[in-house]
């Protein structure tokens, strides 16, 4: 029988099965950032234990960073803790640190394919959820807690049960200012936050194949709001031409057995998947979420729904409880929403295509006076692009606040970028759970050009709609 392009990845990386089924995979590279290492190295030392391949290991500051600028000091006491223990405890065991002001930082998530870290058939866990992102390149990219990281940094191996194979398959063609954010929120709203749960997803279909690697990222990045363990799209040579010129690849002979290998890494014509998925890109619009989980997502032309229109119970609570704290009515038109802050950034959309996207529609217009927009660079190399480009003059003429340093920022409010309680924003980010960007924050998940149409029109909007 056939086998999934994940299966192959896993056979590929098996170590040992165990007879309670938990696989032992061999890990091609272990990345990490503040958030949740600091008891994994404490526990590594405690037993005596050395990190067993510090070269297949990278850290990068992210969550708690400052990005007004790269020499502030990090404010909040246990943040600036966190992140002094990343820095002593990769000095200790040799690991590279991508610091804040180093040319290479950036999220995690983002900086891997860009240094060319991230490559078509490889084993990739980091102590974050939206490792998922990486799957983007054909690879296995699974998010791990602390006790995981602790394993991984002392045997360079990951415990794990397999999890059952998911097809989305995406035909046609997305409509222009339909983007890979809209076609996740729109499959998050039709399987549910949990649709995706117990299997690792792989995107297929015309749709897919056309989407370039920043599209394929965002996508994969959402997987895991899906409830997905992981998210894949087969490499192409949208994949190979990415990859061709990053640091570290290949070249010549090398380089064409490279892709010889990569190019087997594609589910058999014959391989059955657990579930299946299709949807027609043709039939999708931009989308917008109105709750509390990315599920609770709706087309930008639809209006509030009514909890009543939830068949299921808890669905009905749920969405009674986010009409609540989002402070909506049913009905409310979603053009009808104004907003205090537009944030273009995070792991889903910070790369250089979607500051391009933010800034074709911020071209020759301004921010509403009432809006305070920022747009927050994934890596310090995104900045650079973005500036080499001239996007910063776009932002700064239009009266967005383009920042200096790159990081996660008001996606998860974990450094000093948050909404004041009761603030409502439009974010390009992956969750909208109630506090997510601060407390009592409210947040509409967005494209990055739905975010700069907002941020001009002062509500809810499209770029047609300017
Ligand atoms: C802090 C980190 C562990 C967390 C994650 O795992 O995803 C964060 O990145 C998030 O997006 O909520
Ligand atoms: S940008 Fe947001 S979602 Fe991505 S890793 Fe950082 S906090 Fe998590």
């Not at 056939?2 to 099965?17: A, D, P």
């Not at 020499?71 to 992140?83: N, V």
Request: glycine fraction near 8%; include cysteine; aromatic fraction near 4%.
């Amino acid at each position: 029988m056939g086998k999934t392009l994940t299966q192959k990845i896993w056979e590929e990386h098996l170590v040992r099965r165990d007879s309670t089924g938990e696989d032992l995979l061999y890990v091609d590279l272990h990345m990490l950032h503040e958030v949740n290492t600091p008891q994994a190295f404490d526990s590594l030392r405690a037993a005596g234990r050395t990190v067993r391949r510090p070269e297949l290991t990278v850290a990068t500051e992210d969550h708690n960073t400052p990005t007004v600028s790269t020499s502030r000091a990090i404010q909040r006491p246990d943040a600036l803790e966190q992140s002094s223990l990343l820095r002593s405890n990769c000095a200790e065991f040799g690991v590279r640190l991508h610091r804040l002001g180093e040319p290479t930082q950036g999220i995690v998530h983002v900086i891997g394919p860009e240094l060319g870290l991230t490559r078509p058939g490889m084993t990739i866990v980091c102590c974050d959820s939206h490792t998922t992102t990486q799957g983007a390149f054909g690879t296995l990219a699974l998010g791990i807690g602390t006790k995981q990281v602790e394993h991984v940094l002392a045997t360079q191996t990951l415990s794990i049960r397999r999890p059952g194979d998911m097809a989305v398959t995406v035909s046609g063609r997305l409509p222009d200012g339909t983007t890979a954010k809209d076609l996740v929120l729109a499959l998050i709203a039709q399987i549910g936050t949990a649709g995706g749960q117990g299997h690792l997803i792989e995107y297929r279909g015309e749709a897919i194949s056309r989407m370039s690697m920043e599209g394929r990222m965002t996508l994969c990045n959402m997987s895991v709001e899906a409830g997905s363990r992981a998210g894949v799209v087969a490499p192409d040579e949208t994949t190979f031409d990415y990859l061709r010129h990053r640091p570290g690849m290949p070249t010549g002979a090398d380089w064409a057995a490279e892709l010889a290998y990569w190019r087997t890494l594609v589910s058999d014509d014959d391989a059955t998947f657990d579930r299946e998925v299709d949807i027609d890109a043709a039939a999708l619009t931009p989308y917008v979420s109105w709750g509390t989980n990315p599920a609770q997502s709706v087309s930008l032309d639809g209006r509030v729904p009514a909890p009543t229109a939830f068949t299921d119970p808890a669905e009905r609570t749920a969405a009674e409880r986010a009409l609540a704290y989002m402070d909506l009515r049913p009905g409310q038109l979603m053009r009808d929403l104004a907003v205090d802050t537009v944030f273009v950034g995070s792991c889903t959309n910070s790369r250089i295509e979607d500051l391009r996207a933010a800034a074709a529609v911020l071209q020759g217009r301004k921010v509403a006076d009432s809006i305070q927009m920022i747009i927050v660079p994934g890596s310090a190399a995104v900045r650079r692009q973005a500036c080499a480009e001239g996007l910063d003059a776009v932002f700064t003429a239009a009266g967005a606040d383009f920042r200096q340093a790159a990081g996660c920022s008001m996606c998860a409010a974990l450094n000093e970028d948050r909404l004041r309680p009761g603030q409502r924003a439009a974010s390009t980010s992956n969750r909208n759970f109630e506090g997510r960007q601060g407390r009592g924050s409210r947040t509409h998940l967005v494209s990055p050009a739905v975010a700069a149409a907002t941020a001009v029109a002062g509500t809810l909007a499209a770029p047609t709609d300017l």
